[in-house]
C-alpha cells in the first residue's frame, strides 16, 4: 500500500501526481489523501491522470503519520511502515527509484 497526501491546489503535488501516474503501480494499492478541500479529490485525481482511489480520513491517518506539508507518502507493507516519502523527494525522478526498490512499483 502507498499512502499519498496531497493539496489539490499545490502545483508540486500535481507534478507529483502526474509523475506518479506514469509509474507501474501493478500488485501496489494506491491510496490519495487529500489535505485540504476534499470536494476536489475526485477532479485531481482526473486531472493528473494518477488512479488511486480515496480517502477522506485525512486526520486519523496524519495522526499516524505525522508530516508537515504535502506531497508526502507512506510505504506501507503488512501494516507497518516501510519508508516515508517527504516534499523533497517527490522531484523527478525521484521517487521512482526508491519505490522500485521497495517493490512497489515495476
Known sequence: ?????Y????????????FMS????TGTQL??????????????????????STSLELDKLKKAF?????????ALEDG????TFGQAQFTPP???SQLKALGLIR
Not at 493539496?7 to 502526474?18: R, Y
Not at 505525522?66 to 507512506?74: E, I, Q, R, T
Not at 507497518?80 to 519508508?83: F, L, M, S, T
Open 80 to 83: 507497518r511502515v516501510k519508508e
Open 94 to 96: 525521484a521517487p521512482e
Open 31 to 52: 491510496v490519495a489523501i487529500p489535505t485540504i478541500n476534499p470536494q476536489w479529490a475526485a477532479s485531481f485525481l482526473h486531472d493528473t491522470h494518477l488512479k488511486a
Open 22 to 25: 506514469k509509474l507501474d503501480w
Open 7 to 18: 493539496d489539490p491546489s499545490c502545483m508540486h503535488c500535481d507534478a507529483a501526481a502526474k
Open 66 to 74: 505525522p508530516f508537515v506539508d504535502p506531497p508526502f507518502g507512506v
Open 1 to 5: 500500500v502507498f499512502l499519498f497526501f
